[in-house]
Structures are given as structure tokens and as C-alpha cells.
């Protein structure tokens, strides 16, 4: 193929991230992303040079990258002071990071095919799934998230976790390159991956009907979401006013929602404004001010912050408060956001601290994933399965509540720092993944929105709205939601966990190795 000059190749990446970021909440042009990867096919195979070739695959993961994440700019300057060019620089890093998804995927490519007659049908979802398998990123993403809201295309996530999603939308990008490089060899490798495709939407239909059929004769419980919409402090300081404020009224929902029916309660993360000891074991006596269940009388589940003074160990906590008052059940979050609630190497550079807002890094990782107990309408008890904040959003730690065989997931979230126009949106639709990992519904109840249930096959039944509470204040709000309660966990994605994707990396390598112990061929294919 003759090579393209490289502003012209630099153009076709260029528009490939554009179309990656447009595919995914809130542009939500989700058939871009089945057409997005062609253009950087077409700029790095015809870049001239394998350094040229690893620029234009990294620059379309820079683009796509910073489409998707342009609010941390605004979160850095609002809530860590930093000037407008030091937050700039600080997000171009983390592009240039995460990007590196898109120089390995790019170096695989160019190897193998350099060498090696691959179909890009092939190629393309092997290599995309390992590279995301194997770089680390520290909100974790992958184009799966573009499918969101296409309920039949994500049906495969019970079978192979969100990676699989990822493997289709390749396999069609790879496909439809195959044909436009030469029509004759490609056609047997998009007629292969239309059937694949096929096979997975009529998987979908099939497994979305008996899913329905189970939902329909299972026992449902009514979930009053409480969404507070409070803007807090980093430091997590509040004056004795404010605390009284935002508690008065979180009480005032819970009780609305106890009359509009809830059989049950959940406050999001750190909504409780107060505290609390490690051997609280019941809820505070009605003469103190701290009473939580002040008005009303049905099990709550609050999140709240808890501290042992002899360890002086702090952990972000859910805790359920039984009919009686009584702590029936606590979780302690496990997979703490780096930088925000621990400082990675603080203990090995403690000056570290100087250079962070006051309060940040100071959580304790909680044992393990866990279920609590609901004893539930007519005694029924039911395990639900608790994950605080973008816990609702990993894989490999979903799969270890999933091995609990939660009746119901329960997620409380605070998303108020990062405004309300993409991120909330952006964490639901990852979250609706675990559903569909898991086969059970979620209920979402997040400080400032997007509270929500999704059922188990991951569609958005309920929603709220999202608030920037910093910016345009809201009085506190909540919905009830009637979940589905199924037994949860019984799925391939949890007996195996990412088989899928360790399968996509051994292929990746295999070809690597063929291709690199081999002589490249007198004519590309």
C-alpha cells in the first residue's frame, strides 16, 4: 500500500479518537464505535515507519482519552487548587498514560502483520482486549463502555465480562478494514465475523427472555434511594450546623420515601455526617442529636465514615440498621481511589503530604468483599452484596461479590465532585456491566446523581438526575425503586473471572512469537 504523508495520517487518528469519545454517554452515537478503528488501521499501516506507526496508534489514544475525561481538568482546579496550566498538564499526563493501551495495541499490530498473514478480524479484538487487560489505568475503562445502552450487545458480559464487548465491536472494525484492503481475502473473514456477531445478539435475545422469565416470578423489594445532593468538604469537616442540616435532611427523604412505600433504605457514600466508632452496634438514643433513624422505622443501609482510635485506622463504611436499630451488617470498602482516599508510596515519602489538600489519602482497605444480611418483608432474608463508589465498576472484584451469590447489589456513591454533565453518566454505564456479569439487579444511590436500578440484564429501569452541588445547589431528593431479588453469581464471567481475555492475551503473544521468529513475506496480504 503506498504510504500516507504524515499530516493526512495524523488526521485519520486523529478522527478515530474523535470517534471513540463520541460513541460513548453523553454524545452517545454508540454505532460509532463499530466503524471508529478504521481510520487508525488504515494511518498506521500506511505510516511509513514502525516509530511514525506507534505515534499515530498512541495520538488516537491521547485523542479518544481526553474526550472521555476532560472533567478532571475542572476537578483538579475545584477541589486540589491548581492553576488552570499545572491541571492541564497534569491531564495531559494522564492521557498520555492511559494511551498507552493504543501504542501496545499498535506494536502488536504492525509485528505481527509485518510478518504474518492476520486478518485484522482477528487481530483487532485479541490485541485491543490484552492491552486492556494488562495496562493498569486508574478509573478503568475500555470500549465497552460505548455499548452501554445497547442491552443486546453487552448480553455477552455473562459469558466473558465487559472484554467481550470489546472483542465485537474489534472484530467488525478489523472486519470491514479486511474488505476495504483487499475484497477478495476479506471476505471470509467478515463473513466469519458476522456469524460471530449474530451468534452473540441472538445469545443476547435468548439470554435476556429467560432472565425476564426468572424477574417475573421472583420476590421484589421496594428501595428508597436517598440522594442528598450535598457538596462536601475535602477534609470532611463540618460545623455542628451543617451537620444538623444534612441530617435533618436526609431524615426528612428517608421518612417521604417510608410513606411512598420503601421496605428498605440506602444512603450514599459518607452521607452520614457523623463519624462513627468501630463497636457502634446500635443506632444513637433518641435524646442525642445523632439519632439516625429519627421518624422512621424501616432498615436502613447509611454510609459513613469509621474510625478506630487505637489503630487510628479511618474506613469508608456501609452500615445496615436493622428494623430494631441494631447494626446488622457492615462492609469496609476494599478497593480505595489512589489519590483521593490513599496516597500510593505516602509511607515511603511522607512529604508527599505537604503537596495534598488536607484529609485526602487517609482510608484504610477493608478485608475483602462481603454480604450483608436483610431480614427482609415476611421474613424473607436476603444477602446483599454492598460496593462503595467505582467498586460497582471492576471486573475482578465484582466477580468476588459475585462468588457470595448476592440477591442484590447495593452501590453507594459520591460522584458530586466531578459535576454533572459526563462522569456520573460515565459511572453508569460501566456500573450496568455487573449486573450483566452477575445476573442480579443493582440500586444506585449516589450523593448528587445518577441514582438509579438497573436489573439483571442491564438495563436502566429507574434513574434520577445528576447535580453539580457546588455549582447549582439542590435540595435534598430520592425515588423508589422495586428490585428484583434473585439469587445472583451463577454465571460463566464468575466461575472463570477474565479467562476470555487471558485466552485473547495467549493469542496475542502466540502470534507475536510466530511472527517474530519468522521472515516477513515477499507481499502483504
Keep these: 500500500m503506498r504510504n500516507l504523508n504524515f499530516y493526512g495520517a495524523l488526521a485519520l487518528s486523529t478522527l478515530s479518537g474523535c470517534l471513540w469519545f463520541l460513541a460513548v454517554t453523553p454524545f452517545d452515537f454508540s454505532a460509532l464505535a463499530w466503524i471508529a478503528a478504521i481510520p487508525m488501521f488504515i494511518a498506521i499501516e500506511r505510516a511509513g515507519s514502525f516509530r511514525r506507526a506507534l505515534f499515530l496508534g498512541w495520538w488516537a489514544g491521547l485523542i479518544e482519552t481526553a474526550g472521555g475525561f476532560y472533567w478532571l481538568i475542572d476537578v483538579m482546579r475545584r477541589f486540589a487548587d491548581f492553576p488552570w496550566v499545572g491541571a492541564a498538564l497534569v491531564f495531559l499526563l494522564f492521557c498520555a498514560t492511559r494511551a498507552i493501551i493504543f501504542l501496545l495495541f499498535t506494536a502488536a499490530v504492525c509485528a505481527i502483520r509485518k510478518r504474518v498473514q492476520v486478518p485484522m478480524a482477528l487481530l483487532g479484538p485479541l490485541g485491543m482486549v490484552s492491552c486492556e487487560l494488562v495496562v493498569p489505568q486508574l478509573f478503568p475503562c475500555g470500549q465497552w463502555i460505548s455499548q452501554a445502552w445497547n442491552p443486546l450487545v453487552i448480553q455477552v458480559s455473562e ?3 465487559p472484554f467481550g464487548v470489546t472483542a465485537l465491536l474489534m472484530m467488525i472494525n478489523g472486519a470491514a478494514y479486511d474488505l476495504m484492503v483487499n475484497v477478495r481475502a476479506g471476505r471470509y473473514p467478515a463473513i466469519v465475523s458476522g456469524v460471530l456477531l449474530a451468534a452473540a445478539l441472538i445469545f443476547g435475545v435468548v439470554r435476556m427472555r429467560q432472565i425476564d422469565e426468572v424477574i417475573a416470578h421472583a420476590p421484589h423489594l421496594k428501595v428508597g434511594l436517598v440522594q442528598p445532593n450535598f457538596a462536601y468538604t475535602i477534609d470532611g469537616e463540618f460545623s455542628r450546623d451543617e451537620v444538623l442540616r444534612q441530617l435533618t435532611a436526609l431524615q426528612e427523604q428517608s421518612r417521604r420515601l417510608e410513606r411512598a412505600g420503601a421496605q428498605v433504605l440506602v444512603w450514599s ?23 439516625i433513624r429519627r421518624g422512621f422505622a424501616i432498615p436502613t443501609i447509611i454510609g459513613a465514615d469509621m474510625y478506630d482510635a487505637a489503630r487510628e485506622d479511618a474506613f469508608n463504611s456501609a452500615i445496615l440498621l436493622d428494623k430494631n436499630g441494631k447494626v446488622a451488617g457492615r462492609y469496609d470498602k476494599v478497593r480505595l481511589l489512589a489519590f483521593g482516599e490513599y496516597i500510593p508510596g505516602i509511607d515511603a515519602f511522607p512529604w ?30 436476603w444477602q446483599l452484596g454492598p460496593v462503595i463508589c467505582y467498586e460497582d465498576i471492576l471486573p475482578g472484584f465484582l466477580r468476588g461479590v459475585g462468588q457470595l451469590h448476592p440477591n442484590l447489589l447495593v452501590n453507594l456513591t459520591s460522584d458530586s465532585w466531578f459535576g454533572a454533565d459526563t462522569e456520573p453518566w460515565e459511572h453508569m454505564a460501566l456500573a450496568v456491566f455487573a449486573s450483566v456479569e452477575l445476573r442480579v439487579s443493582m440500586v444506585r444511590a449516589v450523593n448528587s446523581g445518577v441514582s438509579a436500578l438497573i436489573d439483571p440484564n442491564g438495563r436502566v429501569l429507574q434513574k434520577t438526575y445528576a447535580d453539580d452541588p457546588y455549582r447549582h445547589p439542590r435540595a435534598a431528593d430520592g425515588v423508589v425503586v422495586t428490585a428484583p431479588v434473585v439469587p445472583g453469581g451463577h454465571t460463566v464471567f464468575v466461575a472463570v473471572g477474565n479467562l476470555f481475555a487471558y485466552l ?9 512469537v ?6 516477513k513475506p515477499k507481499a502483504k496480504p
Excluded at 485526602?360 to 424473607?380: K, Y
Excluded at 510466530?514 to 521472515?519: H, K, N, V
Design 159 to 161: 459469558l466473558t465480562g
Design 269 to 291: 457514600e459518607g452521607s452520614f455526617p457523623i463519624a462513627v466508632p468501630r463497636d457502634f452496634s446500635a443506632d444513637f438514643s433518641p435524646d442525642s442529636l445523632a439519632m
Design 352 to 381: 508527599l503530604r505537604k503537596l495534598l489538600p488536607a484529609g485526602a489519602g487517609r482510608f484504610t482497605a477493608g478485608s475483602g468483599p462481603g454480604v450483608i444480611s436483610l431480614q427482609g418483608p415476611d421474613d424473607n432474608v
Design 504 to 512: 485473547c492475551l495467549a493469542g496475542t503473544l502466540g502470534m507475536l
Design 514 to 519: 510466530i511472527a517474530l521468529r519468522g521472515r
